[in-house]
């Protein structure tokens, strides 16, 4: 049973920076499809960004391209969110998740293991 744990989150000003980790036990990551995905208040959990196994390809939502990046170190089993240019809307719960499948899924249902997210929370 693959465990996550994320760590990174907090409070920061529109525009600074944050870095998000997660850190897998129980499983190899090296197989596992990993995504990042993220929940606001009020509002449904949705697709932040996903990287391939071999962490080459990365895809992104919309509303975060060109400012966040995706990472994953294998050797580590770790997955990182590097978010840059925060605004007020990245405020959310953000989650790190994992498939055994080693696909790069956008939808939840293709995720069965999920961390237990940490807040980011982004001031105006």
């Known amino acids: 049973q693959v465990q996550l744990v994320e760590s990174g989150g907090g409070l920061v000003q529109a525009g600074g920076s944050l870095r998000l980790s997660c850190a897998a036990s129980?499983?190899?990551?090296?197989?596992?499809?990993m995504a990042w995905f993220r929940q606001a208040p009020g509002k449904e959990r949705e697709f932040v960004a996903t990287v391939s196994v071999s962490g080459a390809i990365s895809s992104y939502a919309g509303s975060v391209q060109g400012r966040f990046t995706i990472s994953r170190d294998n050797a580590n089993n770790t997955v990182a969110l590097q978010m840059n240019n925060l605004k007020p809307e990245d405020t959310a719960i953000y989650y790190c998740?994992?498939?055994?499948?080693?696909?790069?899924?956008?939808?939840?249902?293709?995720?069965?293991?999920w961390g237990q997210g940490t807040q980011v929370t982004v001031s105006s």
């Open positions: 998740a994992a498939n055994p499948w080693g696909s790069a899924r956008t939808d939840t249902a293709g995720y069965p293991y």
């Open positions: 129980g499983g190899t990551l090296s197989y596992f499809g």
